[in-house]
């Protein structure tokens, strides 16, 4: 009767080699993610935060015109829209 199988002293082995292999690979510096914004990103952030301001201005304006009741609806431009969208058949 065989108590050893000398396959099983061989797959012993290989769990041990992966288990150093682990402890070494955790045991390296890990990298830490680095992230870096184009000039041309941080144009693009500059100007969309100056067109910020003058858009809350005009929103801010709007607000007063319709709390006070003066702002005026244009028909004629609503009226342009809708036959745009109407002709162009959205339902096909």
């Given at each position: 009767?065989k108590i050893?199988?000398?396959q099983r002293i061989?797959?012993l082995?290989?769990?041990l ?5 682990r402890?070494a ?5 890990r990298?830490k ?5 184009s ?7 500059s100007s969309s ?6 858009r809350?201005?005009?929103i801010e304006?709007?607000?007063q015109e319709?709390s ?9 431009k609503?009226?342009e829209k809708l ?7 959205p339902?096909?």
């Open positions: 009767m050893n199988e000398p061989g797959a082995n290989n769990y080699k992966q288990n150093e292999s402890a690979s955790t045991s390296q510096k990298q993610d680095n992230v870096q914004i000039a041309e990103a941080k144009e693009m952030l935060q100056a067109q910020s301001t003058e809350s201005k005009q304006q709007l607000k319709v006070s009741g003066t702002y005026h609806v244009e028909a004629g609503i009226a036959m745009a969208y109407f002709k162009s058949d339902g096909k």
